[in-house]
């Protein structure tokens, strides 16, 4: 055989395998709403950057007609390239060929650019959008996911590992995405279950609908599996490059710093520090308005936005400089904490602690929802996550105390005690054991109960605990706080902590692993 | 989001705030009657083992319960005497559903 006749064989088995499913099946796939998997690398990659490995893979199964079926790339696309310049590792499901189902070749490509991210310390995307597991392939099948999961916890902490739920993901398949660091949804095309409407509804009885059960929504308001929701592809696409901007490459790099670093639009507290709360302790603000005050202009990129809103956590940058905020948000449930707001505070925190990013930590929180839902769902048991979480982490901590920190709450909000490299207050912050209706009915009950005009001595009990103890002053006079200022000093001061702020030893205990409540 | 002016109750302090749909409190009353006998799965009630006023071991089964196609066999948790039936043969029952009361 010439070379010529060579090359022109090589071509075109390449340009066969290129059209995956065929001409026909990436029409249904552009018909039914949905990119198909090559258009979609091309998309998050910078433009020529796609570097395709294993595209000549194929299966080996015999069983069930499987020998004579020809499948390209066994319907996965694997490879590497680069967003703004900087390396990730990539793959991304093929709808188009046997409906993406996950064979042992399938998984064997997903498995080595797994291993390459490892290897190489750069983060990895996958791309889900697949009918499941290859029935046909059996055991092996399931042999497959299970490498897949041992190397998704094996990586985890190591590179960020980012899932894009393009499709149905269904069945085991879903435990992938459940164990990477960000999932991605997108209105009307992703869809998340362990076991789907025609099961449930013969085996339990239920009806729903599966976009109910297990859409984009769902997942991003509700159970809380996934942390970015989006209209359209596009958007997702968006939304990853932007994410990526924050993170470093593995755990072993700090945080990228931005030559972008202008101050906020609109900076908190200028010209006038008392405009930033209300006067009254019992309204509510949006904490979003401080966070993007203090933050670099642009900067502040928000995580689960629809899940337990009584929490904020995101990312944002200060002098360039990524960091991590959770902050209460006093406009939805007055910034209780409670089991979902915990869960997803925890898991944030130890993200940005794998990854040496930053910690800023926002306070006005009144304490714990109360409510007998609370306490049957485990408070106690998530809340200790919360605990736990800003206990372990050894990046740098920065607390700022803008209003309420009561009780148990205030520990948990990441206070001194926790480990904060730096607590701030403003002269507004209350840290106290609880607000001053509840104290003053508790400490004073007798007083109020005994009195000639209860309610008139409950008023002035009230206003004696609140002017004695509702301020930052106690707490920092035993050094709780370290230092208090106004509002519009704290991004000058939080920049300057930033620049003097380094990542904590370890300390000396021998152990394998602590034991996070779960 | 749109402004709503509803109140969440902390400590005796009363905060105006948003207070999204699952976590408006309804008001019910909730006892654990440690004899209550609950359906911990939704399913249909295949057929009830016990009479009202009937003396009861723990252990005794006293409900047979077809839920994820196959048939559960509920058991009283310890002994006394079935005060109330709650539920016929052929019911289904919702998960929690209360469907006997022992005393």
Not at chain 1, 210 to 239: I, P, S, V
């Amino acid at each position: 055989m010439t070379i010529k006749i060579k090359i022109n064989d090589f071509l075109s088995r390449a340009s066969r395998l290129l059209k995956g499913g065929g001409e026909a099946s990436i029409q249904r796939q552009t018909k039914s709403g949905k990119l198909n998997a090559r258009e979609r690398i091309d998309y998050i990659l910078d433009q020529y950057s796609f570097f395709e490995t294993d595209l000549f893979v194929e299966h080996s199964a015999k069983d069930f007609g499987m020998e004579s079926k020809k499948l390209a790339g066994d319907g996965v696309v694997t490879g590497f390239g680069k967003v703004d310049g900087r390396a990730v590792a990539v793959f991304a499901q093929d709808f188009t060929v046997a409906g993406g189902s996950l064979g042992k070749a399938h998984a064997g490509k997903i498995v080595k650019i797994m291993d390459s991210a490892g290897d190489m310390g750069i983060p990895l995307i996958g791309i889900n959008d697949s009918g499941g597991a290859r029935i046909q392939e059996g055991v092996d099948s399931l042999c497959g996911y299970g490498d897949i999961f041992f190397r998704n916890t094996q990586l985890s902490g190591v590179v960020p590992q980012i899932s894009l739920i393009l499709g149905p993901c269904a069945g085991g398949a879903v435990y992938s995405p459940a164990l990477t660091d960000f999932v991605f949804v997108v209105d009307r095309i992703s869809n998340m279950f362990i076991t789907g409407p025609q099961v449930i509804k013969s085996v339990i009885g239920e009806e729903i609908e599966a976009e109910e059960l297990g859409g984009a929504m769902t997942h991003a308001a509700t159970t809380g599996n996934a942390h970015f929701y989006a209209k359209t592809e596009a958007e997702a696409f968006e939304q990853i490059r932007e994410l990526l901007s924050y993170l470093p490459a593995n755990s072993t790099e700090n945080p990228p710093v931005s030559k972008k670093a202008d101050p906020p639009l609109n900076p908190l507290g200028h010209p006038d520090s008392r405009k930033v709360l209300p006067n009254d302790r019992k309204k509510s603000y949006n904490v979003k308005e401080i966070i993007r005050g203090i933050v670099d202009s642009s900067s502040f990129f928000e995580i689960q936005k629809h899940f337990a809103r009584n929490i904020v956590t995101g990312f944002g940058r200060l002098a360039g400089k990524p960091v991590g905020i959770i902050a209460n948000q006093p406009k939805v449930l007055a910034g209780v904490l409670d089991v979902d707001a915990s869960d997803k505070a925890s898991r944030f925190i130890r993200f940005c602690d794998s990854f040496n990013i930053p910690l800023l930590t926002l306070v006005d929180t009144p304490g714990y929802l109360p409510g007998v839902d609370q306490e049957h769902a485990g408070i106690i048991r998530h809340g200790a996550k919360l605990l736990y979480a800003y206990s372990e982490a050894t990046v740098p901590k920065f607390t700022v105390v803008m209003r309420k920190a009561y009780g148990g709450a205030y520990i948990a909000m990441c206070s001194r005690h926790l480990g904060a490299n730096m607590v701030i207050a403003w002269p507004t912050a209350e840290i106290a054991v609880m607000g001053p209706e509840g104290a003053a009915n508790i400490i004073f009950k007798s007083e109020i109960s005994e009195s000639d005009d209860p309610e008139k001595t409950r008023k002035e009990k009230v206003k004696e605990y609140e002017d004695k103890f509702s301020n930052p002053y106690v707490a920092a006079s035993r050094g709780y706080v370290d230092m208090i200022i106004e509002p519009n000093k704290t991004r000058d001061a939080l920049i300057k902590a930033l620049e003097l702020a380094k990542i904590k030893s370890q300390p000396a205990y021998t152990r394998r692993h602590g034991n996070i409540p779960l | 989001m749109e402004d709503k002016t509803e109140h969440l109750l902390v400590d005796d302090t009363r905060y105006e705030t948003e207070v999204p749909e699952r976590y408006k409190i309804k008001g019910k009353k909730v006892t654990m009657n440690p004899g209550d006998i609950r359906a911990i799965i939704p399913g249909a009630i295949v057929s009830i083992k016990v009479r009202k006023d009937q003396e009861v071991a723990a252990g005794d089964v006293v409900i047979v319960l077809e839920a994820m196609k196959m048939y559960n066999d509920i058991e009283a948790e310890s002994d006394g005497k079935v005060t109330e039936i709650l539920v016929s043969e052929g019911d289904n029952v919702a998960k929690g559903q209360l469907m006997i009361r022992m005393d």
